[in-house]
């Protein structure tokens, strides 16, 4: 308990709204038309290797890897590649994209099941898999993994926090795939020499603990560490305090303390490809919010509109006064819902005014909310200040570069200032001017 006490007093308590929690995911139909980004990932876009008029098969490789950081990307479908365009996707510049026009008829498709004996085939099989950090990140998972050696690692963390509002997917991962987390765990403890492992879960998800804790029942290696049910947990810092008691250095990493920490839906990637041979191809996703008809929890083919998946649920009820890929807090705003579904999306919100509670920003009244609820202990409103100055010193001073971009800071803003904003802003002049400088 005395590891939880760590985190208390930072942090906010955040409505739930996990509306679809208790719901079995449904598998949306195959869309007439996949449009397949060549960027679905952090790090460089990957080479297409198929071109306008051919013939695809489901599972067939679009887009190999153009750089360490990177992972391939794979056809969801059986079809015949139509085009190559550009489409904007949330939170990044126009990425090139291949148009697949998907067969009526999809025959079945037999995938060959990767050889998993030692850390090199293990980490061969996380690359082909086409894994990232599910999580929202995205950063490929293959590059995390190789840059420890076998035995380095001394704790592997897996992340099944899920603490943004709505979003349900990782814990319908937990209840629908735990045989194929069971998997990918234990693959990963062995092939890496990681001599134990940790799956935290929020409290709030009752059905996903009882299943991670029976699947792994036999298992001594691995314990399951219920959590409060507090944002923003999931940040892989504010993880590892809780869960470990162990601060992550301002300028270190997670791996620099021996923890590894893995997002649960990302290790059932793994565990199902070593299983069964089948890459990333779907997405699970949380559609909701209160401008929807049918809030649903949806398996839908990467590449797939997201106007046809909020066709799928019901539509809408009301014009939406914002549509966001991913949660709440974390997410970014939709403005063109022919937008295609992605790896790193894992859920579609639909909105409504009342529950943006959008207002005019008011004078910043010196209260110091912001600060107190920070989880890493920042000073937001001091930061804000420093970045309007474009003053690089004093942000090296505030640690600007730590910010996790919660949102917590705005959420808890009695004046409705977008700190969270100008505090990500802030971070990333910041760690412009360091690399212009090389100054670090």
């Known amino acids: 308990m005395s590891r939880i006490r760590l985190f208390q007093k930072r942090g906010v308590a955040l409505p739930h709204h996990k509306v679809t929690a208790k719901l079995q995911t449904v598998k949306m139909p195959l869309s007439k038309k996949l449009y397949i980004p060549l960027q679905q990932h952090t790090g460089a876009p990957c080479e297409p290797v198929v071109q306008k008029k051919d013939e695809v098969e489901k599972g067939q490789l679009l887009g190999k890897m153009s750089a360490a950081v990177c992972a391939p990307i794979y056809s969801p479908a059986s079809g015949k590649v139509t085009g190559v365009t550009t489409v904007d996707l949330p939170g990044k510049f126009q990425v090139e994209t291949l148009v697949i026009k998907t067969a009526e008829e999809q025959p079945e498709q037999t995938f060959s099941q990767p050889q998993v004996i030692d850390r090199e085939s293990y980490l061969k099989a996380v690359e082909d898999s086409g894994v990232v950090g599910l999580g929202g990140a995205g950063f490929p998972t293959a590059a995390k993994l190789g840059r420890k050696k076998a035995g380095e690692i001394k704790l592997l963390l897996v992340n099944g926090a899920e603490c943004e509002p709505y979003i349900a997917t990782d814990d319908r991962t937990m209840i629908e795939e735990d045989e194929y987390i069971r998997a990918g765990v234990l693959a990963t403890l062995d092939s890496m020499q990681i001599p134990r492992g940790v799956i935290a879960i929020e409290k709030n998800k009752p059905e996903a603990i009882m299943r991670m804790k029976q699947i792994f029942r036999d298992e001594p290696r691995m314990e399951v560490f219920v959590l409060p049910a507090k944002y923003p947990q999931g940040g892989k810092k504010i993880l590892i305090q809780v869960v470990c008691g162990d601060e992550v250095p301002t300028s270190g990493s997670s791996s620099s303390l021996g923890v590894m920490v893995m997002n649960v839906t990302s290790l059932s990637v793994i565990g199902k490809y070593i299983e069964t041979g089948e890459p990333l191809l779907t997405k699970r996703l949380t559609v909701a919010g209160g401008a929807l008809k049918n809030p649903q929890n949806v398996e839908v083919a990467i590449g797939t509109p997201v106007e046809e998946v909020i066709e799928f649920c019901g539509g809408f009820t ?101 700190l969270s904003t100008k505090t990500s802003q802030a971070r990333k002049f910041y760690l412009s001017e360091v690399r212009k400088n090389g100054t670090k």
Do not use: W
């Not at 006064?321 to 859920?347: C, E, F, R, Y």
């Not at 529950?355 to 989880?375: T, V």
């Not at 001073?397 to 977008?418: D, H, I, Q, T």
């Open 318 to 418: 009301e014009t939406p006064k914002k549509i966001v890929a991913g949660g709440p807090m974390m997410g970014h705003a939709i403005a063109d819902l022919s937008m295609p579904v992605t790896k790193q999306i894992n859920a579609i919100l639909c909105l409504t005014a009342e529950e943006i509670q959008d207002s005019l920003e008011e004078p910043c009244i010196r209260c110091g909310k912001c600060i107190d609820a920070c989880p890493l202990g920042l000073s937001p409103v001091e930061i804000v200040e420093a970045y309007d100055d474009r003053d690089v010193d004093a942000l090296a001073a505030l640690y600007a570069e730590s910010c996790m971009n919660c949102g917590v800071c705005s959420f808890v803003c009695p004046a409705k200032r977008r």
